[in-house]
Every structure is written in structure tokens, then in C-alpha cells.
């Protein structure tokens, strides 16, 4: 098992930046690919970001490409989403997940772990 937590949500004004946190607990976190998931109010769930295992692979929806970047600290356990040039349709409920496939998985079924997702509010 794997417990992913989610931190740094908020409120923020467009054109401001935050940075998500996803704490791993658990089973060895260099052995999971880490996906950012979104979904707004009324949408379903889309895909972000995803960072490989190693942290080598990175990438990210086109959507959020040149704005949002995905990285990860094997050491700290933890993932990281850094939102840059923020915009009101950022607005979203954004997830953390764990994959157990190899490179970057973009698709929800591939994830094992899921966090409990951590509010974004962008105002315009």
C-alpha cells in the first residue's frame, strides 16, 4: 500500500503560482511513477502531469505546457506540481497519484494510489 497526501492548495488570483506537495508514505516511492490528475467542477477527471520513477521522464498536458512543471524528491518521498501563469480555468481539484507502470502514464487506470486531492481556486 501506498498513502499519497496532497498539500498547497488555494486560493490564489490569475496570473499567480502555487505549489502543490504529494507526501508518499508506504510501500518504496522511487518504484512509482507520480501523476497529477485534475478535475473541475461538472468535468471528469483529466491528466496533468506525470514524472517517471527516476525522475528522468516528465510530461504534461498541453493544457498546462510552459506553465506547469512536475518534479519529485526520491529522498523526501515526496512529488511536486509547480503552477505558474495561473488562469481561472485551472480551477480544479488536483490529485496525486502512484503508478507502478514504467515511463509516464497518462491514462487514470494505470494508477494504483490515489491521494485525496487538495482544492485549487484561481480568481480572475
Known amino acids: 500500500q501506498v498513502q499519497l497526501v496532497e498539500s498547497g492548495g488555494g486560493l490564489v488570483q490569475a496570473g499567480g503560482s502555487l505549489r502543490l506537495s504529494c507526501a508518499a508514505s508506504?510501500?518504496?516511492?522511487?518504484?512509482?511513477?507520480m501523476g497529477w490528475f485534475r478535475q473541475a467542477p461538472g468535468k471528469e477527471r483529466e491528466f496533468v502531469a506525470v514524472?517517471?520513477?527516476?525522475?528522468?521522464?516528465?510530461y504534461t498536458a498541453d493544457s498546462v505546457k510552459g506553465r506547469f512543471t512536475v518534479s519529485r524528491d526520491n529522498a523526501k518521498n515526496t512529488a511536486y506540481l509547480q503552477m505558474n501563469s495561473l488562469k481561472a480555468e485551472d480551477t480544479a481539484v488536483y490529485y496525486c497519484a502512484a503508478s507502478s507502470f514504467r515511463g509516464t502514464p497518462r491514462v487514470q487506470n494505470m494508477y494504483n494510489y490515489w491521494g485525496q486531492g487538495t482544492q485549487v481556486t484561481v480568481s480572475s
Open positions: 508506504g510501500r518504496t516511492f522511487s518504484d512509482y511513477a
Open positions: 514524472i517517471s520513477w527516476s525522475g528522468g521522464s516528465t
